[in-house]
């Protein structure tokens, strides 16, 4: 059974600084999701990363994908307010081709 | 409109009362979604529609119903549903060609059941 796990659940930083979010699943999988949500609003979609060694970057979030360690980063670098959201990582099973599982989220404040 | 629409956007009910969420995306997909967002839980998906045919149902009890009568529409038909059903229901949709098969949401349906 595929489990998602993110860390930390909570995360309370200052602008400017430099942080990680982890994204540990635990069996193989070919496509990972993170997604951002805003308090009261939907998922938005932010990266779909595929292959072992891929990364992609927008703005100041960039995020990568180990399928070997089965991990996803998603790394924020400079932060600003508006960077406070929750964000998710989903992973595809690989008997679907439409069942996501879905890590808790993370919770991030930026405070000014 | 554009992307995915949901109504209503908010929605309160008894547990007798029969009612229906609807989902409407204006992207060209061809596979639709229903997922529950519970606090303290992971997302969960509920059902998908593929070609307007159901290929997940992801044991949902029968209070609720789905209902795609085509590529772009989908609803949720619910009824003598419980306080624990209360949530925020999220439709989305994807392509299933795309090597992505990313999915795009809606903006929920935050429903409250007395």
């Known amino acids: 059974e595929l489990k998602v796990e993110q860390n930390p659940l909570f995360l309370s930083m200052q602008e400017g600084k430099n942080y990680t979010i982890y994204c540990n699943y635990s069996t193989t999988s070919d496509r990972l999701y993170w997604y951002r949500q805003d308090p009261g609003k939907s998922l938005e979609s932010l990266f779909v990363?595929?292959?072992n060694g891929a990364v992609k970057q927008e703005g100041r979030l960039m995020a990568s994908l180990d399928t070997k360690a089965r991990l996803s980063t998603l790394h924020i670098t400079a932060a600003v307010h508006d960077l406070s959201a929750t964000y998710f990582c989903?992973?595809?099973?690989?008997?679907?081709?439409?069942?996501?599982?879905w890590g808790a989220g993370t919770k991030l404040i930026i405070k000014p | 409109e554009t992307g995915v629409t949901q109504t209503p956007r908010h929605l309160v009910m008894g547990m007798t009362n029969k009612k229906s969420l609807k989902c409407e995306q204006h992207l060209g997909h061809n596979a639709m979604y229903w997922y529950k967002q519970s606090a303290k839980k992971p997302l969960e998906l509920m059902f998908v529609?593929?070609?307007?045919?159901?290929?997940e149902n992801n044991s949902v009890p029968s209070r609720f119903s789905p209902e795609c009568p085509n590529s772009s529409h989908l609803f949720l038909h619910l009824h003598t549903l419980q306080p624990e059903d209360s949530a925020l229901y999220l439709c989305?949709?994807?392509?299933?060609?795309?090597?992505?098969?990313?999915?795009?949401f809606g903006p929920g349906t935050r429903l409250t059941v007395l």
């Open positions: 989305a949709s994807s392509e299933e060609t795309s090597i992505y098969n990313e999915q795009f």
């Open positions: 529609y593929s070609l307007e045919e159901r290929v």
């Open positions: 989903a992973v595809k099973t690989m008997d679907s081709n439409y069942q996501l599982i």
């Open positions: 990363l595929l292959s």
